[in-house]
Nanobody, 120 residues
């Protein structure tokens, strides 16, 4: 019983920045991995960034150097700071969590998603 709620989505101009937040509630003790994924219309959902409870982070090649994932274990919160946004970053962004976190299928819990739209 874990609930994830994202916030911070919106409209931003290309080159701009946006920060997303996700708060987890419920039985959060074993959420060793948290992540952000995104899905654009007509495309498959893809992992954007992951972070372990020890703060080891991974990123998709498309966002390396532009996005930063972080987490606050005490607050059960994970953030995604997005810089130098591009129109191709437009998607619904989802927060995910689980005991394993290498690929999409290993995340047990998902948020409802928040829309990020980058205008050109």
């Amino acid at each position: 019983q874990v609930q994830l709620v994202e916030s911070g989505g919106g409209l931003v101009q290309a080159g701009g920045s946006l920060g997303l937040s996700c708060r987890a509630s419920g039985n959060t003790r074993a959420l060793y991995f948290m992540a952000w994924a995104r899905q654009a219309p007509g495309k498959q959902r893809e992992l954007v960034a992951t972070i372990s409870d020890s703060h080891f982070a991974t990123y998709a090649d498309s966002v390396k150097g532009r996005f930063t994932i972080s987490r606050d274990n005490d607050k059960n919160m994970v953030t995604l700071n997005m810089d130098s946004l591009r129109p191709e970053d437009t998607a619904v962004y989802y927060c995910a969590a689980g005991r394993l976190g290498i690929n999409l299928g290993q995340f047990d819990y998902w948020g409802q998603g928040t829309q990020v739209t980058v205008s050109s």
